[in-house]
């Protein structure tokens, strides 16, 4: 895409005459340069239009189990054995917060459990800042692993993208997850998800057994 910025600058030159005993100076205006002359189409010209051909892939749906791209859902799989053991600490965590805040809410219904109460209030506050701490950690490290593992597969799928529409004649290939609120009609034609997943998997099958979840 070319983005061009037009910046018009305007100068007044303001001089005003007064009944002083100083004489005023005009400044010198600034000479406008001349616009290059714009060559104009004649009336009645055929400017020519190249054929053009737009289809539509559904990204989101690599990421399917069963019907996506199998070497980009194996990538992602093969994650989760990393962090499964810090997402286990962060569930028993939550667990035991939501077990404190039901204690709590016992001892209210009896009198004379005021220290008690404030006692779990706090033991409650300091591990949800236990929770937070270690969950922005897990969701950072997460990302970044998850950059670095499928960033590989991700620009092979570009390429392949690449190949698979210059193949078919396809001049533009839009995503179809990003336009869903402005695709108002689309014959199904257009869309070449499937097709392309299909030839991608057939083309670049699985290495290895898919990992256990």
């Known amino acids: 895409m070319m983005r061009i910025s037009l910046t018009l600058l305007f100068f007044l030159l303001l001089a ?15 000479p406008t340069p001349a616009r290059p002359a714009v060559p104009q189409t004649p009336p009645g010209t055929v400017v020519p239009v190249p054929e053009s051909r737009i289809a539509l892939i559904n990204t ?11 070497r980009f859902v194996d990538a992602v799989k ?12 962060l569930t028993n965590l939550q667990n ?25 209030i706090e033991e409650g506050t300091r591990l949800r800042q236990d929770f937070d701490t270690r969950k922005q950690r897990l969701d950072e490290d997460a990302s970044k692993r998850y950059e670095d593992v499928t960033a590989p597969i991700s620009e092979q799928i570009g390429k392949a993208m690449d190949e698979f529409a210059r193949q078919r004649g396809i001049t533009m290939t839009l995503d179809f997850s990003k336009l869903l609120p402005a695709l108002l009609t689309a014959v199904p034609a257009v869309d070449v998800t499937q097709a392309f997943i299909a030839d991608f998997n057939r083309k670049n099958p699985r290495t290895a057994t898919p990992p256990r979840p």
Do not use: M, Y
């Open 16 to 30: 005003s005459a007064a009944a002083t005993a100083f004489a005023q100076v005009r400044p010198t205006p600034t």
């Open 60 to 70: 989101s749906l690599f990421a399917d189990e069963k019907a996506g791209i199998f």
């Open 78 to 89: 093969a994650l989760e054995p990393e962090f499964r053991a810090r997402n286990q600490e």
């Open 96 to 120: 035991r917060i939501t077990a404190l805040a039901e204690e709590i809410k016992k001892l209210r219904q009896a009198p004379g459990n005021e220290r008690l109460i404030q006692a779990k």
